[in-house]
Each structure stands twice: as structure tokens, then as C-alpha cells.
């Protein structure tokens, strides 16, 4: 493993430390761009009603870069960037889903 894959695994090994499945994860767009195709997402988590960043964790798990906006940055027309950023967290934190978790689960896959 190189300096970068080493970086992600333990951003990866982090974040399953602060997030379970079911979590809720917040974005807040913080920086629009003059022509409305790229954005920078603060995103971060709620626990006793106190925010908590996790941009740098989750910036390293995905391979993206902090922009100079204080946040993630994500480029697009036609897509929902903040859909897609949680959907790559998501994605790297439960490559193989998740089952059934409970009452309120969110899980697709109730067996």
C-alpha cells in the first residue's frame, strides 16, 4: 500500500468508528460557483445536538481534496452532488450493504 491508500483505509477505519448504519449525515452547501457547476459541501454529523465536521475524514476516505472553501468540493450539471457525495461516503463504508438494523431501519433488505 502506498502514502494515499494508507491515508483512505485508516479515514475509512475512522469514520466506522463515528458512523453506524441508519446515521444521518447533514450537507450544507457553503460555496456556489459564479457559473452554478461546482459547489463545496461542509458535511458533518449531529450527536447531543452538537455538529460535528467530518470533512477531512471523509475527504481522505474518497480521494477528494479540501477546496480553499472549507470543504468538499464537487462539480456537476445535472446531478445532485450532495446525493452523490453521501452516496460515496456511504459507499465506502458499507461496500457490502448493511442488513436490517432494527426498528426505523433503513435497510432495503430486511431478512
Avoid at 63 to 82: A, F, K, T, W
Wanted: glycine share 12%; aromatic share 10%.
Amino acid at each position: 500500500m502506498n502514502t494515499k491508500q494508507n491515508e483512505q483505509a485508516e479515514a475509512v477505519r475512522k469514520l466506522r468508528e463515528i458512523l453506524k448504519p441508519g446515521d444521518t449525515v447533514y450537507i450544507n452547501i457553503g460555496y456556489i460557483s459564479h457559473t452554478g457547476l461546482s459547489r463545496v459541501f461542509a458535511i458533518f454529523i449531529i450527536r447531543a445536538n452538537i455538529p460535528i465536521c467530518i470533512e477531512w475524514e471523509t475527504g481522505r476516505a474518497l480521494g477528494y481534496s479540501l477546496s480553499r472553501h472549507e470543504g468538499i468540493g464537487q462539480c456537476g450539471y445535472g446531478v445532485d452532488p450532495g446525493f452523490q457525495l453521501v452516496y460515496a461516503l456511504s459507499s465506502a463504508l458499507f461496500p457490502e450493504g448493511f442488513g436490517c438494523i432494527g426498528d426505523g431501519c433503513p435497510s432495503s433488505c430486511h431478512r
